[in-house]
């Protein structure tokens, strides 16, 4: 079975600082997809990456990079110099890419708080 | 969240009651499927479609009922609402394997 564990709960930062959100994952599938998803205060879920178990390079996007190490089951999130509209809860998620019927449904992290003072 | 539509946003259910949560997306997506959301539990996966006529169940799919006509609707029925089912539903939709998951906005829904 899959599982996804994002062991912060919630994280307090001030603004300018860096912060990562760390994502581990279990699953027996070779192919799979990691996901992060910001869910800000609106409630809606706005997609931020996709990765595939192959692609073990890092990707930066503006103040946003991840960090995918299979040797340690890791998908982390890195805030660079972060701001208020950054605060919202962050959710690590795993689909499997092989099992039959099962290959797009997301298993969710219990996600993790981000709130960035002024 | 342009393409998923979740309706209604907001509803309060009496326990006993009945009621449907629509969702329609217009990207052509093979895949849909309904999450609930409950504070420290995640997003769990209650039931999916991997195409018109074909659902299936997920985690959580005890008194939700859903069925897919059409490649564009996916509803999802609260037979009789329990206040377990209290929560953030949303709907999403996909491509197929390993592409993104996209969510609707949303429904909250409260049973007393």
């Known amino acids: 079975a899959q599982k996804v564990t994002q062991a912060q709960t919630e994280i307090s930062v001030v603004e300018k600082e860096d912060v990562t959100l760390d994502c581990v994952y279990e699953?027996?599938?070779?192919?799979?997809?990691l996901f992060w998803y910001k869910q800000p205060p609106s409630g809606e879920l706005v997609f931020l990456i996709r990765?595939?178990?192959?692609?073990?390079q890092n990707e930066i996007s503006g103040r946003y990079s991840w960090n995918f190490q299979k040797s340690t089951s890791s998908f982390n999130f890195t805030i660079t110099a972060s701001q208020v509209v950054d605060s919202a809860v962050y959710f690590c998620?795993?689909?499997?890419?092989?099992?039959?019927?099962?290959?797009?449904?997301?298993?969710f992290g219990k996600g993790t708080l981000l709130t960035v003072n002024p | 969240n342009a393409g998923v539509t979740q309706t209604p946003k907001f509803q309060v259910l009496k326990t006993g009651q009945s009621m449907t949560l629509q969702c329609a997306q217009d990207?052509?997506?093979?895949?849909m499927s309904w999450y609930r959301q409950d504070p420290g539990m995640g997003l769990r996966l209650i039931h999916y479609?991997?195409?018109?006529?074909?659902?299936d169940q997920g985690e959580v799919p005890n008194g939700y009922n859903v069925s897919r006509s059409t490649t564009e609707d996916f509803p999802l029925r609260l037979l009789s609402a329990a206040p377990s089912q209290t929560s953030v539903y949303f709907c999403a939709t996909s491509r197929g394997t390993g592409n993104t998951i996209y969510f609707g906005e949303g429904s909250w829904l409260t049973v007393v």
């Open positions: 998620a795993l689909s499997e890419g092989t099992s039959g019927g099962s290959n797009y449904k997301l298993t």
């Open positions: 990765r595939n178990s192959f692609d073990e």
């Open positions: 990207m052509n997506h093979e895949y």
């Open positions: 479609s991997v195409g018109a006529g074909i659902t």
């Open positions: 699953t027996r599938d070779t192919t799979y997809y």
